[in-house]
């Protein structure tokens, strides 16, 4: 097994030793799993920052095809109020023929009759 020698500051070698003591480990055994338990921290931190990434990516991907869409839509929707414009513009042209030809025809079933009055 590898052995590390470590040069630690009185300071937390007083710490360390007081959490062995609580604890009824050796100060080894705590530095062990000290290290361990920072070294799954990192790996933890680390997952978590690359699920946050690939969740930011899709969330801009996602947003990208929101705006896609939203111009889509624009055009479609101008595409669409020009079609009921010019439908619009359709119907009020039949309207007004048939309107001349109501009249056309209500000429030729009711004539009308002027009698000139001599003076």
């Not at 991907?61 to 929101?66: K, T």
């Not at 414009?85 to 042209?93: A, F, P």
Request: proline share 4%; charged share 40%; no cysteine.
């Amino acid at each position: 097994m590898p052995t590390v020698h470590l040069s630690l500051p009185d300071r937390l070698y007083r710490e360390i030793r007081q959490y062995a003591e609580e604890m009824g480990v050796q100060i080894t055994d705590i530095i062990k799993y000290m290290i361990r338990e920072g070294i799954e921290k990192y790996r933890e931190e680390k997952r978590k920052r690359e699920r946050e990434e690939k969740a930011t990516e899709a969330l801009l991907q996602v947003l990208h095809e929101i705006d896609v869409l939203r111009k889509e839509l624009r055009e479609q929707q101008t595409f669409i109020e020009g079609e009921l414009y010019r439908l619009s513009q359709v119907v009020q042209n039949i309207k007004k023929r048939i309107s001349k030809l109501e009249d056309i025809v209500e000429d030729k079933i009711y004539p009308v009759e002027t009698e000139i009055i001599p003076p």
